[in-house]
């Protein structure tokens, strides 16, 4: 999927479905009007008190016909650039950190639109042979392990172009089972209506008038190919410390940890003084459990700028002691971090977990309440990113005795 937002194009991966789409309307859709056809043409007639057993042949089985072939090769494309692809963006928004729907959709359509196209193709390939070579049992298998596929793809998608952690991608993948199925019972009503859509007359109606709009849809995967590639040009620079950290972030966001910790490395190489990647080594180390490398990190971005990323620094290595079981160390670094930044509700919850593990429950109470209270009133375009530890404090306050 990474390879994909680096090399991949929306019109190709269009291409490349709509080929697969087509070779499946060649050999499944076939195969179903005659297994249908066979079913209803098996009809038998349960005999009356004392009449003869009879078969009968009911006349071919237009309406099944109908059915199956009102499937057209390009509705795959038309409902998941329609249905499934905004309905999956939407769903993404439940989950904290990723802005706005406007923002979302403009940010990420054409690269997850991208990459679902290629996942459908692929997810759908092997049951071309299959069609050929399976009887119809068989092929129901097969083609339900491979949308069992599609969605493990997808998950890889999400948690790729969105960067969400993989609890909250895979959530989105799984509920976007909710804007496939509509999309599919939209299929036969809106069948007329995707005819339309795909006629030459309104692609070239569409490209005449809303070129523009339909270009600006592809704006999110240009941009990112275009930043990326101007990284890669500038890393040639061997005393660029920035480009390989900027290149470092785009690997972290997409869980690619090996590659984004090889950039801050060489950041680091280039410029020992480069804070920003010592801070973002650290982060990888604590949450791979290397406490000790995450210390160690933090520890040089303390020397160098106490007052990192407006003072998070002390909140970061306050969690590292923390998950290290030193709840005396984790306890004083909160309480600076709180000193300094009184609204921190993610600050607040850590700072009473420390508090409560090292027996004072009272005091634990009150950073509890304030982690809650900061989490309510935060701004709404932060309010999804700290409602977690909100949720987490209001858990915390729930298991403590009451005074």
């Known amino acids: 999927m990474s390879e994909i937002l680096d090399r991949g194009s929306l019109l190709w991966a269009s291409v490349i479905m709509l080929a697969v789409s087509f070779l499946l309307q060649a050999s499944v859709v076939p195969m179903m009007i005659r297994a249908q056809a066979v079913a209803e043409s098996a009809m038998v007639f349960q005999p009356g008190a004392g009449a003869p057993d009879q078969e009968y042949v009911p006349p071919p089985p237009r309406h099944a016909r109908s059915a199956w072939l009102a499937f057209h090769f390009y509705t795959p494309l038309l409902l998941l650039a329609i249905f499934y692809v905004p309905g999956t963006l939407l769903l993404s928004n439940i989950f904290p950190g990723q802005g706005s729907f406007g923002t979302v959709f403009r940010r990420d359509y054409s690269p997850l639109m991208t990459c679902a196209s290629l996942a459908w193709a692929a997810a759908n390939l092997p049951l071309i042979p299959a069609a050929w070579l399976l009887p119809l049992p068989a092929l129901g298998v097969v083609a339900a392990l491979a949308y069992v596929y599609f969605g493990v793809l997808m998950f890889f998608a999400v948690r790729t172009v969105s960067g969400m952690s993989n609890p909250a991608a895979a959530g989105t993948a799984g509920l976007s089972a909710i804007p496939a199925a509509l999309a599919i019972l939209a299929a036969q009503p809106l069948g007329f209506l995707l005819g339309w859509l795909a006629s030459p007359f309104f692609l070239l109606f569409a490209f005449y008038f809303l070129g523009g709009e339909l270009s600006n849809l592809g704006a999110g995967l240009r941009s990112r190919q275009n930043f990326r590639r101007m990284l890669d040009a500038a890393t040639l620079n061997p005393h660029d410390a920035d480009a390989q950290y900027q290149l ?82 984790a306890r004083r670094e909160l309480a600076e971090y709180i000193e300094r930044r009184p609204y921190d509700a993610e600050g607040l919850y850590y700072l009473g977990l420390a508090m409560e593990r090292t027996g004072e429950p009272s005091g634990a109470r009150p950073m509890y309440a304030r982690a809650i209270e900061a989490a309510n009133t935060a701004p709404h375009f932060r309010r999804h990113a700290v409602a977690r530890w909100g949720r987490l404090a209001s858990k915390q306050l729930r298991r403590l005795p009451r005074a």
């Open 248 to 329: 470092g972030l785009i690997y972290q966001q997409r869980h690619q940890y090996t590659e984004a910790v090889r950039r801050f490395q060489n950041a680091v190489a280039i410029d020992p003084r480069e804070t920003d990647a010592h801070f973002q080594l650290g982060r990888i180390a604590r949450e791979q459990g290397r406490l000790k490398d995450a210390l160690d990190h933090f520890q040089t971005v303390l020397d160098q700028d106490e007052h990192h990323s407006s003072n998070e620094i002390l909140r970061e290595i306050g969690e590292v002691y923390s998950a290290a079981g030193q709840h005396a160390d």
